[in-house]
């Protein structure tokens, strides 16, 4: 590719379009959140930048849980009596105050703003598919298909480190199929852990092929080396490029680490930036590398330490669902992350502390692929793809309701009892809870209806709130000291106000399903659940899910107040930003 394709997408009617549908979710969300207090004028409303002259004028329906649905169409700024052009970058230094954006932060939060309309436009570059037909395709067409990010951050496509080709050659929606990077890895620096019934030889020679470990070890042998001390290690191939042979090139010439070059299968990158979905072989696990690069809040490093307890808390929970009869029942799996292996530079461990990116930039998992456990007509899809609304403003949702045949209420019930019950028990009856947004759940679809979910990224997000829980040693680490009055929360904010009022606003808006009756379906499935397990009534009185109102916990906040960690995932609950509350869309149902 020369030079002047590289950007060949950014032309000025997608930037004005990027411009303005990113303009748009900024006033919803920023209004959700209580940071801007737009004013009723005549029909519409007005949000006044932090000097008062400048105003952006637009029409909104008002929905549950304080939604604001903008007409992107409608939004217009002004100033002095005339009408300006939108554009994002000035949107957010003219309310910098009322967004709380520091002198230190601004310039780094527009140049996320920026990576995030650059990537919208190449989106609307592409063919543009109707949901229709999306909803017909297979798993990585709806996967690479999507054209928005995470539906509440606003900065949500930052990939701070990417040059344009790199994005061209990694962003999951450019579709490029790449290959991994391997290293040897010295084992006194390194350490492989693999759940139960997992040896390293054999899981390894499955997943590359005997010919590829064959030629790795020939280059090690070549070099007077013994493959018996090393470890190997897949690699982002940007991770090699930009950190790893310059950051990490002491332990390259010290032989510590060894570049093997690439693997033979190729992969294609997830909505997570970072995990690779094997093309080549689709059964085989997804790959799951270390990546730094500032993307939504945080570097997407992977810790070597953190690699070790891995494979041990997937097994624990996925025993902990096999046993549970109510879990078996929703037919809920997770997809396990059965083997990581992580590389420990001693010298940048002396320099810093246990959260640094310093300390991971060199690890990597290996997770299941849920192609092997599907049926008969079966196609897996990422959740996240519930939310996305094509060209046409039709939802992709919508699509499959319609495909299915099914009521509305009935499509629904199905994809609650699917993937909320689940949560619901979970929280009830074992204090345990996920990190449930759409990318890192997996719906399991048969002509349209959700059959089953599958939930992942299990080791790094799930927790047990229970002071008292007994856990295997191993699975120490997902215990988290939670205040009582904010344990609910983990339905209420990453459940109601981050997914379902996003759900339940597109169905309400594309005419499909009234919101009324899609939060009495959640509430009338909510109450199916408590009935069904009465021996948990007096956990279903102490977190009622039927409360008045709950606390609004911020999301944008977070990264407009720190852009490079947003939250020490230590300790979740002490970074909340909660303003004020909600009102809860079950109360009185």
Known sequence: MNLTDSVAHLSPERWEEA???????ALAEFTHERLITPEPDGDQYVVRSDDGLTGYRFTATRHALDHWQVDAASITRHRDGAQLPLAALDFFIELRTALGLSD?????????????????????AKPQIPVAELAASG??????????????????????????????SYAPETANPVRLVWLAAHRSRAAFTAGVG?????????ELGDDTVDRFEERLTGQGLDPADYLLIPVHPWQWWNKLSVTFAAEVARGYLVCLGEGDDEYLAQQSIRTFFNRSHPEKHYVKTALSVLNMGFMRGLSAAYMEATPAINDWLAQLIESDPVLKSTGLSIIRERAAVGYRHLEYEQATDRTSPYRKMLAALWRESPVPSLGEGETPATMAALLHVDHEGNTFAGALIERSGLAPTEWLRGYLRAYFVPLLHSFYAYDLVYMPHGENVILVLKDGVVQRAVYKDIAEEI????????????????????????????????????????????????????????????????????ASAPQLADKFRQYDMFAPEFALSCLNRLQLRNNRQMVDLSDPAGALQLIGTLKNPLAGR
């Open 104 to 124: 230190e932060i601004l310039p780094v939060y527009l140049e996320e703003i920026s990576s995030t309309l650059s990537g919208t436009c190449y989106k609307l």
């Open 19 to 25: 411009d303005r549908s990113l303009i748009r979710k």
């Open 139 to 168: 798993f990585q067409a709806v996967e690479t298909g999507m054209t928005e990010g995470h539906p509440c951050f606003v900065a949500n496509n930052g990939r701070l480190g990417f040059g344009i080709h790199e994005y061209l």
């Open 198 to 206: 997992i040896e390293y030889e054999t899981f390894l020679r499955q």
């Open 463 to 530: 927790a047990v709130m229970d002071p008292h829980a007994v856990l295997p040693p191993a699975v120490e680490r997902v215990r988290v000291d939670v205040p009582e009055d904010t344990r609910l929360l983990s339905l209420f904010t990453d459940v109601f106000d981050c997914f379902f009022r996003f759900l339940a606003a597109n169905l309400a808006t594309e005419g499909v399903l009234t919101e009324d009756d899609f939060w009495g379906t959640v509430a009338q499935v909510t109450r199916e659940y408590q």
